[in-house]
């Protein structure tokens, strides 16, 4: 459905080697080589950029990607139609998901399982800016991130979960008023997610604004590792209640709102803006618009 000379350039694209990419198309480099030198020929320019390695693509290469991408996604469109009008949808579904809305992303994957039970579902947990990537590269049908993330032309937005933030701590910790204002968690030891995921950047956020400069000693890619050294009792962390609410509160910890300001956190389905959507887009919105939950539109 795409001449396979263009699949070879998305591979390159994507590999950015001519060994690599020969290897992930199952041909040798002679022959991908050869097969893009006939496409710059049909073309009339110049797609990559040659030495005595792949030293990237010209101009005119990355429009050429650009194309490419968007027809190969058509491709997939149109099996996924077909296979609809056949019997059914068929996958796979990808959905990239921030590691925050990882415990309550489930709630999502279940309703869509329900009304499409052929659909294979793949879960990737990602940062806002890999799953945003990845989504203009027709790499994932759908992504789960945070709202302030999603302003962009080319993006649709639509809210499934809102929620405030905790502070939680080890009970053995001093005592407090039931619960901690922002200014005095920044006192604290805490260990954060890093700083490359749109929950810390609001975290610092919150604090810049408050002109405080938190006591960060470690930082991780892991809502496992956060409470797991959360539980070790020298640090503090500032999780959404989701996560506990998945996984429980265990007794040597305490959990305590955060005030002064209390920050509510919208997370929601983003999507490619495209006309028409493809049909696993359309029901995975459609999963979204019907979910209704314990987390839907909670506090």
């Known amino acids: 459905m795409i001449a396979r000379k263009y699949l070879y350039l998305l591979a390159l694209a994507r590999e950015r080697h001519f060994g690599k990419a020969a290897e992930s198309c199952h041909v040798s480099p002679s022959t991908l080589s050869a097969a893009i030198r006939d496409l710059e020929d049909e073309l009339g320019v110049a797609l990559v950029v040659r030495g005595q390695r792949f030293a990237g693509l010209t101009a005119e290469g990355e429009c050429v990607v650009s194309h490419a991408k968007r027809v190969v996604a058509g491709a997939d469109d149109l099996r996924h139609e077909l296979g609809l009008l056949r019997d059914g949808l068929r996958g796979p579904l990808r959905i990239g998901v921030i590691p925050t809305a990882l415990p309550v992303v489930a709630s999502l994957t279940e309703v869509f399982a329900d009304a499409h039970p052929s659909v294979a579902i793949e879960v990737r947990s990602a940062s806002t800016q890999a ?49 901690i204002e922002w200014v005095a968690a920044a006192r604290q030891p805490l260990c954060l997610l890093s700083r490359d995921m749109q929950n810390r950047q609001t975290i610092d956020r919150v604090f810049d604004s408050l002109e ?73 919105i459609a999963a979204a618009r019907a979910l209704s939950g314990p987390f839907g539109k909670s506090e």
Not at 159 to 173: N, P, Q
């Open 131 to 179: 799953i945003l990537t990845q989504l203009r590269n027709f790499e994932l049908e759908a992504g789960v991130v945070y709202a302030q993330s999603c302003d962009a032309a080319d993006l649709q937005y639509l809210s499934l979960w809102r929620e405030k933030l905790v502070f939680l701590t080890a009970a053995s910790a001093p005592a407090a008023d039931g619960e």
């Open 212 to 284: 405080c400069t938190p006591h960060v000693g470690l930082e991780t890619n892991s809502i496992l590792s956060l409470l797991a050294h959360v539980r070790s009792g020298r640090w503090s962390t500032i999780l959404p209640r989701s996560v506990l609410k998945l996984v429980g509160t265990p007794s040597e910890l305490r959990v305590l709102p955060l005030v002064k300001p209390s920050v509510a956190w919208e997370t929601g389905l983003v999507t490619l803006k495209r006309e028409p959507n493809s049909p696993l887009v359309d029901a995975v």
